[in-house]
Nanobody, 124 residues
Framework: VQLQASGGGLVQAGGSLRLSCAAS????????MGWFRQAPGKEREFVAA????????YYADSVQGRSTISRDNAQNTVFLQMNSLKPEDTAVYYC??????????????????WGQGTQVTVSS
């Protein structure tokens, strides 16, 4: 599956962004989907995940309550709505797909397919 992330940009603290990730290739609905982010000098970290059907979602503590992950299997797209953005949210955001079990949702090493990343910059 090929993934294309978009929607990043420059926003002031307290603002919102909606990231999108369009998938093509093998059946999108067969994959659990995740969002990860990587800030300069830091390791790539888990942000949010959504199960194949969309029934299950999970968030990192750092974005819990401020972000919503969703998917549209008819459109082969996964979204990450981020609100109340903080400067510490600044990073390159990546979408990823995995066919691993749901319990592995936060493990970046279990994601087989990755998008190219979209930059999110939050100014103070």
């Amino acid at each position: 599956v090929q993934l294309q992330a978009s929607g990043g940009g420059l926003v002031q603290a307290g603002g919102s962004l909606r990231l999108s990730c369009a998938a093509s290739g093998r059946s999108f609905r067969n994959y659990n989907m995740g969002w990860f982010r990587q800030a300069p000098g830091k390791e790539r970290e888990f942000v949010a995940a959504i199960s194949r059907t969309g029934a299950g979602t999970y968030y990192a503590d750092s974005v819990q309550g401020r972000s919503t992950i969703s998917r549209d299997n008819a459109q082969n797209t996964v979204f990450l709505q981020m609100n109340s953005l903080k400067p510490e949210d600044t990073a390159v955001y990546y979408c990823a797909a995995t066919s691993a079990v749901w319990s592995a949702k936060t493990d970046k090493n279990m994601y087989y397919y990755w998008g190219q990343g979209t930059q999110v910059t939050v100014s103070s």
